[in-house]
């Protein structure tokens, strides 16, 4: 009596933390409404559910729907939320049995329904009833139990495979039901797999629950959504499903007692537990395990067609491809990056970046790759890819891209392209290290021109010799101050001259002793094992080329490898190596994240730094 309680209690928490739930809901999608069949083709006499999804808050639905040949009631409601950055929204799915009175075409119409003050309409369906002896072997589902089921059954899996025809790699969509009988109580249910030689499968991600109508009886059903494809071509079994449970059943010794009233599927929403016979004496259940199992299906898998376009990587779908570039304007050398975006429905993880068609005068480095997926288990979705071109002379078109792809439908190789993007590549990536000749010609003083004097006229004093001329001091003479300003201006200029030459050692003092400083800094860091391999290739190319402005007394900033193998006069080995440093720096700065992830081994940095420090004039 006392779990009996405990049961009633979970039940009665579980209603309150529901109602709770749906009364502090924010709901963050749109109202909409969608309806579905179970199955476009029946017979007379046979069931089809009707499942009308409805997003949003305060809808109501009919309990009937009027269609002349068919009666269809509403037999039950489950409800669905979804947590998304805080937002919770929430979906409840109506469900109607329809039960055919006679043979034909039949056309559900579209039903309006209010949601949250929107009024919006499903679409209008149609159902083909057959008599009982002309209903088509097609219209059961694909590996679908039999029309006639035992609604005492304990439960049983339901494979349902789309295709049994596919090509090599092509990605099939697969759903697994395990369905239970809602009466009989389940402490455990394992999932199913699928063991079939040569086929692989994705994990199950996530699943959904509800109630289903299965040849005329009505189960707990949960749904796992996953895919399948094959690695090579033959026929495959795909086996029988099987899947553990535990169940609370009857013990063995009380099959005599009375045997319960007969009730309906949904009597499971009217059960008083204090009262109903089922529950009514909890000792006489016990666990017992039992085996769920699904039928067996089949797979025919066809190989590719031969002559694959030579960029050709594996995908097998149906995508569309998409381009640009950014920035559109740099000089010769600098980065340009190119992001190629790749959408549709196929096997994802055999999409590769799209290849240049012409990479004359460019220099490749390698892409990075982001997969987005738009469903459960990743057969639709995006696929982003970022790659970083650096041209090596002036261009005016960033060259197509091209990606290929098998359309499994068309049964034949696509190759999209892309547009040429236009961009404008000028001038030179770096200035050279050296000073040009001509500048240094120029900037050398050279000898003073002599500068040229008037002879002076000194007729006027022949022309003046008799006459007396007044004695004037020297010091009185206006030209003798004039005189003076000449040494004075020379005095004032020289030491204006030292000054700025001080000023200038000054400065030149203080750029080399930074650049010693920042020079050892970075040796510093690079003896560290914490830095991540873009930091630390970073830092070390960056060191070479402080020891070469050291050398050279240039900017840091327009050292390249080639400078720098000049400036110390390296043998084939150390040029190998300090080319490979630079190479890597580039390669981690410019070609996205993973490349830059990870650790560098020990061998690797004692090379490094053995290299750096070696680097003598």
Partial sequence: MFDVRRTASR???????????SSAT???DSPSVTAVLSNSETAVGETVELQIRVTGSGAKLPEEIAVDGLEIHQTGTSQR????????SQSVTYTYTILPMKAGKFKIPAQAIDVSGKSLRTQELVLNVTDSSGRSAQSNPKGAPPSTVDPRKIGFIELLVPKRQAYVGEIIPVEIKVCLNPRVRFQQVEPPEINAQGLTMQKFDKSTRNMETIGGATYDVTTFKTAIAAARTGKFEIPALESKAVALLARRDSSNRNTPRRRSPFDLFNIDP?????????ALLEPQRITLR???????VKPLPPNAPPNFSGAVGNFALTTEANPKSVQVGDPITIKSTIAGRGNFDRVNAPVIDDERGWHKYPPSAKFQKDDDVGISGVKTFEMVLSP??????????????FDPIKEQYVTLRSNPIAVQVEGNALPSAAPSAVAAASAQPGPATPATTKPQDILYQLSDFGRAQPFTPLYARPVFWTAQLVPLFALLGLAGWKVRQAKIGNREAQRVAALHQEAADLMRRLRRNDASPQEYFSQASRAVQVKTALVRNVDPNVVDVDAAVNAFGLGETERAQL???FARSDEVRYSGAQNGAGTISAQDRDAVLQLIENLRA
Avoid: C, W
Avoid at 11 to 21: D, E, P
Avoid at 81 to 88: A, G, I, K, P
Avoid at 392 to 405: C, D, H, M, R
């Fill in 11 to 21: 039940t009665i928490l579980a209603a309150a933390l529901a109602g709770f739930i």
């Fill in 26 to 28: 924010v709901f963050a």
């Fill in 81 to 88: 939320y979804e947590m998304n950055n805080f937002n919770l």
């Fill in 274 to 282: 204090f009262n109903d016979p089922l529950f009514g004496d909890l």
């Fill in 294 to 300: 699904s039928e067996p299906a089949t797979l025919e």
């Fill in 392 to 405: 090596n002379e002036k261009k005016q078109t960033v060259p197509a891209l091209a990606f290929s792809y």
């Fill in 579 to 581: 080319r490979r440093l």
